[in-house]
């Protein structure tokens, strides 16, 4: 029986910070949060700053010299003069777009000798944190318990639209409203963001991307997974356009780089912004994840990459083009795989299970107060019961449909139907630039023959998996018509639009200009993207929303019922890329029986790795540098290693510090066993992998020939 239980949640939200009181080993913290308890627990490990050394907004602090990278990265700023360090992945993007046959920086590394050689990176921004603040209290101002449920949540986002704007107001900062643990708190969120960010270093692929999809979220790691840009602003020192006279930025604070090396036990630290975590899922949500959608997800990824890397084996020009959208699809790819492998071995379901009995246990025992907990542990087991035949068609319109290129191209030749009543002659020029430049960056980055290939792998997953009743019936109808297996299906919506010949498109595109429709609604392409984007969006997606809402309330009860429970825990909200520290020790770890992992690699496995498979490609003058290191009085150059900080996505490139605050590595990846760390955090077999600041600086000087570069930064 459902039981609609979203009414409580506004009495929750005055007393949930009664049940923020305790302690807890892993996390990642906001550091208004970070209590005397924890901060003991940081001491205890040896940590040596102060509270206000992390995070304050009198003074210069460690949060000033951290910087949300683009889309969903983390960088450090390492210099008085605006240098910033992430890694070689999250700058993949913009190495490849500077990247030709003639001058592949992707294979070949590139090194700025000056800043006048430093590039510009059109749409790649960084944000630094001025403040984050909790203001639960003045969002709920001027809200009755007598508002409907519309009433209250339309009052509490008009306040919320009230306190960001009056945060910002005369500056030129930006804000955003976050929420915390569910939805039971709000937090405002304050940048500066820049828009000059220039490319300064990055190493070739055999260091940058060393191991390939072979070692990706697995350790022992050898990859040196950096990369350096530099920010620019104006001769104020704000932000301001790519300019060519803008000047390197100069910042409140910048790290400090520790030369002297760590061991094991040491403490460490993770500054940055994660991006998304569930840890308080019950365990229903968990068997949707491991037994339903990682399994399709993996499956038809694994078709795709097969694609794409035969394709990228055969040609230079397709491995150039391919290369940025084969390393997004291969991350999730092998993190899912590893996810699940995770969740068996620390049996993170049975371990969830255990803890709803518990908790049914403790509310059985508490009479009419317990009713709406239990109530709410009933309703998600239903919520996710219904999950399991709604989350694949919803996650498959992204997996398989919109991961169609042609689909892009249609969509953006649609936009030339929209006409502004004003549009003169000259803005119908511009329209029409806009209109080319945009197809441009997809073929960039598209080949006709891989395409075709990919649509019909993706084609062949959505009609398959996705239950027959589930889909739409002029889709069946279509495919019946064309079938898939047969290869009709290509032929009919995806050659006979020839979208990735340019000729015929600019032809479509002046048609399109001229007001004809037909010429773009009259295409079978068209036609099936409409009808697969229309049924998602009439029938798919409103049924997950009803459902993904439900289980939403629910969940927000279930985890305030968790925190009742457990009075002696400390709670961290869930990741959301918002400025967190997370806190551990340098320890290997042992992933199997029989098996124990140290916790440092050097350049020795290097050599011992090359040309040992496709992935460990280390070219002859590359070997010899190596060799001529590993032989030296000085010997190997550590790589990486690992520690416990807790740590997902978004926290690539984070900076990793030791007790003192001084930079010590950049984080890049976690052990493949791990990688479950967003569900379920096991100390045992969670590790994060850095890239050690001493083989960046080697690779910086000894590979790269840009010793300037680190006589700019603090050595300690």
Not at 260 to 276: Q, V
Not at 545 to 556: D, F
Not at 624 to 632: C, F, L, M, P, T
Request: net charge positive; with cysteine; hydrophobic share 35%.
């Amino acid at each position: 029986m459902k039981i609609h239980l979203r009414k409580n949640l506004y009495l929750l939200l005055f007393s949930f910070f009664l049940s923020l009181t305790s302690f807890a080993d892993e996390g990642m913290w906001p550091p208004s949060l970070i209590n005397s308890a924890i901060f003991e627990q940081m001491k205890s490990k040896g940590f040596l700053l102060t509270p206000e050394a992390l995070y304050s907004t009198s003074q210069p602090s460690l949060k000033d010299a951290i910087v949300l990278f683009g889309r969903g990265c983390t960088a450090e700023i390492i210099s008085n003069q605006g240098l910033i360090l992430t890694n070689h992945h999250c700058a993949h993007g913009q190495i490849q777009s500077h990247s030709t046959l003639q001058n592949d920086y992707l294979q070949n590394g590139f090194w700025a000798k000056s800043k006048t050689e430093e590039l510009p990176n059109p749409g790649l921004s960084v944000s630094i944190l001025i403040r984050m603040e909790d203001v639960t209290d003045k969002a709920l101002e001027n809200i009755s318990p007598r508002f409907s449920e519309k009433e209250k949540f339309a009052a509490m986002d008009a306040n919320l639209k009230k306190i960001g704007a009056n945060a910002i107001a005369g500056t030129h900062y930006q804000y955003q409203i976050k929420p915390f643990f569910g939805g039971l708190q709000q937090w405002l969120i304050v940048y500066e963001t820049f828009t000059d960010i220039r490319l300064v270093g990055a190493p070739p692929s055999s260091i940058g991307k060393f191991g390939g999809d072979t070692d990706n979220w697995v350790w022992p790691r050898h990859t040196g997974d950096f990369s350096l840009f530099r920010i620019y602003a104006g001769k104020d020192n704000k932000p301001a356009p790519y300019n060519a006279g803008n000047q390197p930025y100069s910042p409140k604070k910048f790290l400090p780089i520790s030369t002297t090396g760590i061991k094991e036990g040491d403490f460490t630290m993770i500054l940055g912004y994660p991006g998304r975590t569930n840890e308080y899922l019950p365990s229903f949500a968990l068997e949707v994840v491991t037994k339903i959608t990682n399994p399709k997800k993996i499956a038809l990824r694994t078709k795709r990459l097969n694609i794409i890397n035969d394709a990228m084996k055969a040609s230079a020009e397709k491995r150039i083009k391919y290369s940025s959208k084969q390393a997004d699809i291969a991350n999730a790819w092998k993190k899912w795989k590893g996810e699940s492998l995770g969740m068996a071995k620390a049996d993170a379901i049975g371990a969830k299970r255990l803890i709803e009995e518990r908790y049914k246990t403790f509310f059985s025992g508490q009479g009419e107060k317990g009713k709406m907990y239990l109530m709410a542990i009933e309703n998600l087991k239903e919520g996710y019961q219904k999950m399991q035949t709604l989350r694949i068609p919803t996650e498959y319109q992204s997996e398989a449909v919109l991961a169609n290129d042609f689909f892009s191209i249609l969509k953006i030749s649609k936009k030339l139907l929209i006409k502004d009543p004003k549009q003169d002659a000259k803005s119908k020029e511009k329209q029409m630039e806009d209109f080319k430049a945009s197809v441009r960056y997809i073929y960039k980055d598209a080949d006709a023959e891989v395409e075709r290939a990919l649509f019909k792998v993706t084609m062949e997953a959505y009609l398959k998996d996705i239950p027959a009743e589930m889909h739409s019936s002029r889709f069946l109808e279509m495919e019946k018509e064309f079938p898939v297996a047969n290869g009709q299906f290509q032929k009919e919506f995806f050659d006979k639009g020839k979208w990735f010949d340019s000729v015929t498109v600019w032809k479509l595109g002046k048609k399109l200009a001229k007001g004809d429709s037909n010429a773009l609604f009259k295409t079978p392409a068209y036609q099936l993207m409409k009808e697969l984007e229309d049924h998602f969006a009439k029938n798919t997606l409103p049924a997950f929303q009803k459902v993904a809402s439900e289980i939403e309330t629910n969940n927000q009860i279930f985890f305030n019922g968790l925190m009742e429970m457990e009075k002696s825990r400390q709670f961290y909200p869930d990741a959301n890329q918002t400025f967190r520290v997370a806190f551990g020790n340098v320890s290997g770890y042992q992933p199997q029986d029989g098996v124990k992992y140290t916790w440092q690699s050097t350049t020795q496995g290097i050599m011992e790795k090359a040309d040992t498979e496709p992935d460990f490609v280390l070219e002859n003058p590359l070997k010899e540098i190596y060799k001529r290191q590993n032989q030296s009085k000085e010997g190997p150059v550590p790589v990486a290693f690992i520690a416990s900080n807790h740590s997902t996505g978004g926290n690539s490139g984070s900076p990793v510090l030791n007790a003192k605050g001084e930079l010590i590595g950049v984080n890049f990846d976690r052990v493949w066993e791990g990688t479950m760390s967003d569900y379920y955090f096991d100390s045992r077999i969670c590790r994060n992998i850095t890239c050690d600041i001493r083989y960046v600086l080697w690779v910086i000087d000894k590979v790269g020939n840009s010793s300037h570069l680190v006589k700019e930064m603090e050595l300690k």
